[in-house]
């Protein structure tokens, strides 16, 4: 495999979210490190809240349909995270639980089928000074039980308003450092994961 496909996504919807900004700079550091970049808007898929017995009338709604497809044809995910009380934002849990569930129109490309064996990272984001620090284990445990590979590094970008320049790279050199061999790992996980 030349080029890893990796999925890049903020997970908040907000119009002026700071996760969104610093995933611009994750999605320059992949795409840097040697991977083909989609960055999604999770405005794009909007999906209602998880409920057992809407799936079982409606089944998955066909947003859910489309990015389950995305994941299947990627490599790897690098989840950008705000930190909502010191946890996971619920529009991700329930992206992530919508898409985790089979389609029996498209048993290939559904289900835990998305996820299996595909590398991921995460990245906190905070406006605060830990920059997300308590929402990055909550979401490795997540990806990893969903059958993700997460990656040992990561990274929690503090000060998030202020922190990625014009050009799209932390302001922070050690920062862009550290989010430049976090990319270069997750690129290396997902060449080696789906080779």
């Known amino acids: 495999m030349n080029q890893p496909r990796i999925v890049v996504v903020a997970g908040s919807r907000r119009r ?3 996760s969104r900004r610093v995933a611009q ?26 409920d057992g017995d809407l799936e079982a009338d409606s089944g998955l709604p066909e947003p859910v349909v489309r990015l389950q497809r995305l994941l299947h ?13 010191g946890s996971i934002t619920p529009l991700l849990k329930n992206t992530l639980d919508w898409c985790s569930r089979p389609n029996p129109a498209d048993p290939e490309r559904s289900g835990g089928k998305v996820y299996a064996g595909r590398a991921a990272a995460v990245v906190g984001s905070s406006p605060g000074a830990l920059g997300g ?9 997540i990806l990893g039980y969903l059958g993700m590979q997460v990656i040992p590094q990561q990274l929690a970008v503090a000060k998030a308003g202020e922190a990625v ?22 690129v290396d996980s997902a060449r080696r994961l789906r080779s």
């Open 73 to 85: 044809a990627s490599d790897g995910l690098l989840v950008v995270n705000p930190e909502y009380n």
């Open 165 to 186: 320049g014009d050009d799209a790279r932390l302001r922070d050199a050690a920062q862009q450092d550290m989010l430049d061999k976090l990319a270069a790992a997750l």
């Open 25 to 50: 700079a994750c999605a320059l550091a992949v795409r840097n490190a040697g991977a083909e970049v989609e960055s999604i808007d999770l405005d794009d898929y909007p999906a209602p809240l998880y």
């Open 133 to 141: 620090m308590r929402v990055l284990f909550h979401v490795r445990d």
């Open 16 to 18: 002026e979210a700071l």
